[in-house]
């Protein structure tokens, strides 16, 4: 028998997660089921449950590569050269992540994945594991801002990144929840917290 391909592989897993974000997206992670799953892929039983096991299998899978999308962007923009302000690293967050609140968006399912982790306790450990990192790649930003001079030396950059992560997952949601504010007037907000400052001077003492 000719052995199956790495390309082939990841091709078939691609086609089974496509498959059940369409239809945790369309319907929700109560009311989709495997037999949905299988039937959206075009595959067959077997095939579907060589890749997962279960529907939380699935939704691991999909908030895995959701949160991964959310903290490679907040990584990319912690390690720009050179470093940003945070008025700035934070009106380029907006914009990298604006095209996933659509109807069809990855950030619908992340809500679903909230509410699944407060009955699931399997995928509440994967959630605080997986957002514990997006935190830090936020405070990630904030240390680096503060080490080149936009904030003052003295400020605390985990509790400064907790803080600034609270504020993008705010937006996010109420723009997924009732489509405000719009990225202008959150922006203004965030300007209006978070001032443009040029990098201070070092103290001559």
Request: proline fraction near 7%; charge should be neutral; hydrophobic fraction near 40%.
């Amino acid at each position: 028998m000719p052995r199956v391909s790495d390309e082939h592989l990841a091709a078939r897993r691609r086609q089974i997660l496509d498959a059940a974000r369409l239809c945790f997206t369309r319907n929700g992670f109560h009311a989709t089921s495997m037999q949905h799953v299988i039937a959206e892929s075009g595959l067959s039983v077997g095939a579907v449950y060589r890749y997962f096991k279960s529907k939380d299998d699935l939704i691991t899978a999909i908030a895995g590569e959701v949160v991964d999308e959310v903290s490679t962007e907040i990584g990319a923009i912690a390690g720009h050269e050179p470093a940003l302000p945070l008025d700035q690293a934070m009106e380029r967050l907006v914009d990298d992540l604006q095209p996933r609140l659509g109807p069809d968006g990855p950030f619908r399912l992340a809500l679903q994945v909230w509410a699944e982790s407060m009955r699931n306790p399997t995928l509440a450990a994967f959630v605080g594991n997986v957002y514990g990192t997006v935190r830090q790649r936020m405070t990630a930003l904030v240390r680096r801002a503060k080490d080149a001079g936009y904030l003052p030396p003295d400020v605390d950059a985990d509790a400064a990144g907790s803080a600034l992560f609270g504020m993008l997952l705010g937006y996010l949601l109420q723009q997924t929840l009732t489509g405000t504010p719009d990225r202008a007037t959150f922006l203004n907000g965030v300007r209006a917290l978070l001032p443009h400052a040029a990098p201070q001077s070092p103290d001559p003492r």
